[in-house]
């Protein structure tokens, strides 16, 4: 086989290797999620009270698993984030825990119009030749279109993750903003047929509608967002 021009990590993170969290296991990380939860800024927000926690599928990259959660709050925000742990040896469990939570008003149930409701985070970075730089993503949501079975990450048209959907949710881990490509989210049925994609980009303003003697700031915004 040739030498490739695509130079960039495929299947970094290994795929899910547990069960969703549950029972004791699911209180643990509730516990620590919503200790990151206490340590919002709601920047004069009024955030409510978190309500059920919803858990991801687990990736682990680098000696780390990461396990996403959204939670709703009784003011109708949704709270995303995830717990990270080191896994311990064979006779060892989790240790190290760190836990990162933000909020976002902006929700599927505001925006019909979305197919996949995402949540990302960057969680580390990839050094490629010529001093190019990846950023490692988490990313994990819901399709909002029946029949999906797999979540793919695809970088210019190249799948870098995927993930098979369990309880109808997934989570990937792949490199962004690579080379001037972005990351798209995938969704496709059991035969392959694609259902529904999204960017984590928000759609940029027309030079129009921008002063050009203001800085744009970065489209990736936090939380659910429109393709």
Do not use: N
């Not at 972005?182 to 059991?190: E, R, S």
């Amino acid at each position: 086989m040739p030498p490739t021009d695509r130079f960039v990590p495929r299947f970094a993170a290994e795929p899910p290797q547990d069960l969703l969290p549950y029972g004791r296991w699911a209180a643990t990380l509730r516990e620590r999620f919503l200790a990151a939860v206490e340590a919002i800024d709601p920047d004069g927000e009024d955030l409510g009270e978190p309500e059920a926690v919803t858990w991801f599928p687990d990736r682990s990259w680098q000696g780390r698993t990461y396990v996403p959660a959204v939670a709703t709050t009784t003011t109708a925000f949704e709270l995303f984030g995830f717990v990270s742990y080191a896994s311990g040896g064979a006779d060892e469990g989790p240790d190290d825990f760190v836990a990162r939570a933000d909020f976002t008003d902006e929700t599927a149930a505001r925006h019909p119009e979305w197919r996949l409701d995402l949540c990302d985070e960057v969680v580390g970075s990839w050094r490629g030749d010529e001093g190019r730089v990846a950023d490692m993503t988490l990313v994990w949501g819901f399709p909002l279109v029946p029949g999906g079975a797999v979540a793919t990450g695809e970088l210019a048209d190249l799948v870098v993750d995927q993930c098979t959907l369990a309880e109808e949710r997934f989570t990937l881990l792949a490199p962004d903003a690579y080379a001037g490509d972005t990351l798209q989210i995938k969704l496709y049925d059991a035969r392959g047929h694609e259902l529904a994609w999204e960017s984590l980009y928000a759609e940029v303003a027309d030079d129009d509608d921008v002063d050009s003697d203001e800085e744009e700031d970065d489209p990736r915004t936090e939380g659910s967002r429109p393709g």
